[in-house]
C-alpha cells in the first residue's frame, strides 16, 4: 500500500489517501512510513486537538497520507467528504462486517478514485461479512442485501458448493490473496518476522502512569546510592504494570476489559490468529498478568488457554506442553511466565510469540522467542512486541535499538542497567 502511494506521488498525483485503522494501529502505521516512505507527508487526525473546517482542509492538501481512526468516519465525516481524495484505505476493514453500522456507512459515502481494504479476517462469523466489504469496494457488484442473503448467505450456510463457486468467481478479480504456502511468494520457509506493536495508553493508566511518575520526581533528587536504585527500580516496575495493565498494578480484582490498550490489540491480533486456525505464546514476567491474560482469552474466545508459571508442577508443566505439541484439539493460546517458560521448552506447534511485557535484555527475549522459532518449526513464525506509546518502554526500546549491537553487554543482567541512567 504504501509503495503505491509514493509511486503515485512520483506521478505527479498530489491529492492525499485517506487510511483509516483501529485507534491502536495508527502508530504502527505513523511508524511503517517512516521506515518504508521516509519524506512522505503522513498527517494524523485523531485525538480531542485534532484540526477542524479550513484548518483540517489546507492540512490534507499538503499530505500524502491521512491517518484516522474508524471512531471519527462517523463523526468527522462531513470533513472526510469535503475533501477531494485519491484513493481511501481501510486497514483491519472487517471493523466495516456489518453494513448497517454508522462507520459502515459512512465509509461507502466518501468519495475516492479508488478503494482498498485491507484484512486478514474478510469472513469473520459468515459470508454476509464479505458484503458489506465488497459494497465499499465495488458499489453494486454483489446484488442487494435481501437477494444476496436468499441468493448466497443461505445457500452456503446450508452447504451448496455452487453458490460458493459463483461468489468466488464475482469477487475473485477484486482480492489478493497471500498465502504463506504458496512457494512462489515465500519460497525459503519458515522465516522469523519481528514486529513492534505499539499501543496507546487508556485514559485510566495514563492517569496512574502520571502519578507514578510525579511521586519519583519528588523522591528522586533527594536520594543518591543503593537507596535510588531501589526507587527507580521500584518505579519502572510500577510503570511497566500500569503499562499492561491498571489491575496488575493496583492488585484489586477489578474489572479487567476496557481498561489496557495492550489488552485491546492482543484481543485483534488473537482475532486474526484464531480465524486462520494459527496458535500462539504469550509471554509476561508477571505471573498476576498471566492470571489475568488466561481469564481475558478464556472469557473473550471461549476457547481454553493453558498458562505456566513458576509454581506449575514438573507433570503438569509436561503434560501441558504435550497437549500443545502433540494433541489435535491443541488449546490455540498458551500463556508463559518468561522465567518459567522462557527455556528448555520445545513449542513449535506455535507460529506466533507475543512479547506482552518487556524484560529489557534482549538475550533473554530471544530465548522466549526461540520456544517457537526452532528445529521442527515448518510454519513462519511472526513475533509481535507490544509496547506502549511515549512511556518508558517506548524510549527503553529505542535505547535498546541504538546499541544493538552491544546490548548483551550491556544489558546482560536483567533491568539493573536501567538504575544507573541519569534523571
Known sequence: TLALVRQLRNDSEKRPVLLVCPTSVIENWRRET???????????????????????????ADSAIVLSSYALLHRDNALFSAVRWAGMVLDEAQNIKNPDTRQARAARSIE?????????????????????????????????KTKFSRDFLRPIQAGDAKAMEKIKKMTGPF??????????IISDLPEKIESQEFCP?????????????????????????????????????????????????????????????KLARLAEIAEEMLSAGDRTL?????????????KFLQETFGRETLFLHGGVPREKRDEMVRRFQESKDAPPFFVLSLKAGGTGLNLTGANHVVMFDRWWNPAVEQQAVDRAYRIGQTSSVQVHYFCCRGTLEEKIEALIESKRHVADAVVSAGEQWLTELSD
Open 201 to 261: 495508553l487508556c485514559r485510566e493508566q495514563a492517569s496512574l502512569y502520571s502519578a507514578v511518575l510525579s511521586g519519583l520526581d519528588d523522591s528522586i533528587s533527594e536520594t543518591d546510592g543503593i537507596k535510588r536504585k531501589g526507587l527507580v527500580l521500584a518505579a519502572i516496575t510500577s510503570l511497566k504494570q500500569i503499562c499492561d495493565h491498571p489491575a496488575l498494578y493496583l492488585k484489586d480484582n477489578s474489572e479487567i476489559e476496557g481498561r489496557s490498550g
Open 34 to 60: 517512516e521506515k518504508f516512505t521516509p519524506g512522505l507527508p503522513v498527517m494524523i487526525h485523531q485525538g480531542a486537538k485534532r484540526l477542524k473546517g479550513s484548518e483540517f482542509a489546507k492540512a490534507t
Open 175 to 184: 482480492i489478493l490473496r497471500r498465502l504463506k504456502t504458496d512457494k512462489q
Open 282 to 294: 504469550i509471554f509476561t514476567q508477571y505471573a498476576e498478568m498471566g492470571e489475568l491474560l488466561k
Open 112 to 144: 475516492a478514485d479508488w478503494r482498498f481494504a485491507l484484512t486478514g479476517t474478510p469472513v469473520e462469523n459468515h459470508v454476509g461479512d464479505m458484503w458489506s466489504i465488497m459494497e465499499f469496494l465495488v458499489p453494486g457488484l454483489l446484488p442487494n
